[in-house]
């Protein structure tokens, strides 16, 4: 993969897209002591060459009857190259999986869970998960207090 040479005014730019995504160019240019067009320039920079991926919203789990947090670690039957493919195109469409990871250790992925309660993913664990024929066991994580959530990249 492709690393990208920055610079301290594009570090800048980028931790305070990473606070906010729609903060103005005006804004933005003012905060690192440039005029508007040379930093719009840097970050269409930034966007065509992929380091800057997306702009998006950080939603409130809770608020949304979505608070009951797991981390689920799934471990194949057996893996092998379309069982793997086949597990993680079946997980892409699970809209209860946020993020999943492979993983190098005793189990194979690491999925990302939210559900409304306890009773929605047991459920979840059987009609859903439970039918993925390559799956061999799950051991789940609940999250009782999250100490530090965050979406974005430490930058140096």
């Given at each position: 993969?492709?690393?990208?040479?920055?610079?301290?005014?594009?570090?800048?730019?980028?931790?305070?897209?990473?606070?906010?995504?729609?903060?103005?160019?005006?804004?933005?240019?003012?905060r690192?002591h440039?005029?508007?067009?040379?930093?719009?320039?840097?970050?269409?920079?930034?966007e065509?060459?992929g380091?800057?991926?997306?702009?998006?919203?950080?939603?409130n789990?809770a608020?949304?009857?979505?608070g009951?947090?797991?981390?689920?670690?799934?471990?194949?039957?057996?893996m092998?190259?379309?069982?793997?493919?086949?597990?993680?195109?079946?997980?892409?469409?699970?809209?209860?999986?946020?993020?999943?990871?492979?993983?190098?250790?005793?189990?194979?992925?690491?999925?990302?869970?939210?559900?409304?309660?306890m009773?929605?993913y047991?459920?979840f664990?059987?009609?859903?998960?439970?039918t993925?024929?390559?799956?061999?066991?799950?051991?789940s994580?609940?999250?009782?207090?999250?100490?530090?959530?965050?979406?974005?990249?430490?930058?140096?």
């Amino acid at each position: 993969m492709e690393t990208h040479q920055l610079d301290k005014t594009d570090l800048q730019l980028l931790k305070i897209l990473q606070e906010n995504g729609r903060i103005s160019i005006k804004e933005l240019a003012q905060r690192v002591h440039l005029s508007p067009t040379p930093v719009f320039d840097r970050v269409r920079r930034l966007e065509s060459s992929g380091v800057i991926e997306r702009y998006t919203t950080v939603l409130n789990a809770a608020k949304l009857g979505q608070g009951f947090l797991v981390f689920c670690s799934v471990k194949l039957r057996r893996m092998g190259k379309d069982i793997a493919h086949d597990f993680v195109e079946r997980v892409k469409d699970i809209p209860e999986v946020a993020e999943c990871y492979n993983i190098s250790g005793e189990f194979d992925y690491l999925l990302k869970i939210y559900a409304p309660d306890m009773q929605y993913y047991n459920e979840f664990c059987i009609n859903v998960l439970g039918t993925i024929e390559s799956l061999g066991s799950i051991q789940s994580s609940f999250v009782m207090n999250p100490v530090k959530t965050s979406v974005g990249l430490p930058l140096r």
